[in-house]
């Protein structure tokens, strides 16, 4: 339902679904949730960068090889922080190749 809600532009309901979801012990570690929370944070504005930044961080360590995080966090930081963007364009060019 919050996949629907985000690509309707509902992104308060996809929110409110997601962090539902993720405070259930079953989903608690769900990093498909986490990651698309973590895409409506980035979204919502630069205020919550931060914040998206550390869900992108923790779907990586539970998915080491999620390419759309690292993506995700290359285009947050690619003003503000390039050399932080290119490892994780760098990185996600590794997930790719393997």
């Given at each position: 339902?919050?996949?629907?809600?985000?690509?309707?532009?509902?992104?308060?309901?996809?929110e409110?679904?997601?962090?539902?979801?993720?405070?259930?012990?079953?989903?608690?570690?769900?990093?498909?949730?986490?990651?698309?929370?973590?895409?409506?944070?980035?979204?919502?504005?630069?205020?919550?960068?931060?914040?998206?930044?550390?869900?992108?961080?923790?779907?990586?360590?539970r998915?080491?090889?999620?390419?759309?995080?690292?993506?995700?966090?290359?285009?947050?930081?690619?003003?503000?922080?390039?050399?932080?963007?290119?490892?994780?364009?760098?990185?996600?060019?590794?997930?790719?190749?393997?």
């Amino acid at each position: 339902m919050a996949k629907v809600q985000y690509h309707l532009g509902n992104f308060q309901g996809a929110e409110l679904n997601l962090t539902t979801v993720l405070q259930c012990n079953q989903f608690k570690d769900s990093y498909e949730a986490l990651r698309m929370l973590a895409q409506i944070k980035a979204r919502q504005s630069q205020n919550n960068h931060a914040e998206a930044h550390r869900l992108f961080n923790k779907v990586i360590e539970r998915n080491p090889k999620d390419f759309d995080a690292h993506f995700e966090i290359a285009v947050l930081f690619e003003v503000n922080d390039p050399k932080l963007a290119l490892q994780h364009y760098k990185r996600g060019i590794q997930i790719i190749r393997e």
